[in-house]
């Protein structure tokens, strides 16, 4: 069971961009991202329709909000890592995540963007694993979070994955299901 106290907006806590990066983080983030489509796929297992669409806290979107969330920002990662490695400091676009999160497509079902994951965190894991340390301090702009390194990248999109599955562990824990 969470602590009482935990933010449920960030059960895991803030990301925090860290001044280094460590060899051991970098390869713990992209083993994060590698178990991202199991731990997603099992903290959904067997939730009903209604479950799915209860949002984890006030306010704050449903379980079948956070899934299609996950595909859609992961893919916007993994391109951004394609322009990272293929461009110099590209600036990136960002998306407006909440507007998106109301489109008609995140009614659909959750095995959908599950499938997606599981692709996508694939090929990303096999570019991430294979980069040179070169490429690793390539990167991008992002114009709200400034010039990011595909290590931070890295290590924001690890957290990213476990907070988001968080999300749902904690509110299946918290109505004991």
Avoid: C
Avoid at 64 to 89: F, G, K, P, Y
Avoid at 157 to 170: D, N
């Amino acid at each position: 069971m969470p602590a009482p106290d935990l933010d449920p907006r960030y059960p895991v806590g803030k990301f925090t961009r860290p001044d280094s990066i460590s060899k051991d983080e970098v390869i713990g983030a992209i083993a994060t991202l590698a178990d991202l489509p199991s731990e997603l796929r099992n903290a959904v297992q067997g939730l009903s329709y209604a479950q799915l669409n209860l949002p984890y806290r006030e306010g704050g979107w449903n379980s079948r909000q956070v899934v299609h969330h996950l595909a859609d920002s992961h893919m916007n990662a993994i391109i951004r890592l394609r322009l990272a490695l293929t461009e110099d400091w590209p600036t990136i676009k960002p998306y407006n995540e909440a507007a998106w999160a109301n489109l008609h497509d995140y009614t659909a079902p959750v095995e959908w963007s599950l499938e997606i994951l599981e692709s996508v965190h694939a090929r990303w894991v096999m570019l991430l694993q294979h980069l040179t340390e070169q490429q690793w301090q390539r990167g991008f702009v992002h114009p709200v979070m400034g010039r990011m390194t595909l290590e931070h990248a890295t290590l924001l999109y690890g957290w990213h994955s476990r907070h988001h599955v968080a999300h749902i562990t904690h509110l299946r824990s918290r109505q004991h299901w």
